[in-house]
C-alpha cells in the first residue's frame, strides 16, 4: 500500500514489501515520494491505494513489473 492518508494532509503511508525491502523498496519509495513532492508518477497508484480496500474496487495484479 502506497497511499496518501485523506484525514492527515502531507502523510503518505508507503509500507507491505513483502519483507524483502531492497528491491521493492526502492520503486515503493519513489511512488511514494512522488505525490509528496507533486511529482508525475512512474507507474499508475490506483493499484496502491488505501480507498481500493474500502470503496471495492477490484483487485488488479501488475503484469511486467
Do not use: N, W, Y
Not at 523498496?25 to 496502491?48: E, I, K, N, Q, Y
Request: one cysteine or more.
Amino acid at each position: 500500500m502506497i497511499s496518501p492518508v485523506e484525514k492527515r494532509p502531507g502523510l503518505i503511508v508507503a509500507t507491505g514489501v513483502s519483507g524483502r525491502c531492497f528491491g521493492p523498496g526502492l520503486g515503493a519509495g519513489r511512488l511514494a515520494a512522488d505525490p509528496a513532492t507533486s511529482g508525475r508518477p512512474m507507474v499508475d497508484p490506483m493499484a496502491f491505494q488505501f480507498s481500493r480496500f474500502l470503496d471495492g474496487s477490484k483487485f488488479v495484479p501488475l503484469t511486467g513489473v
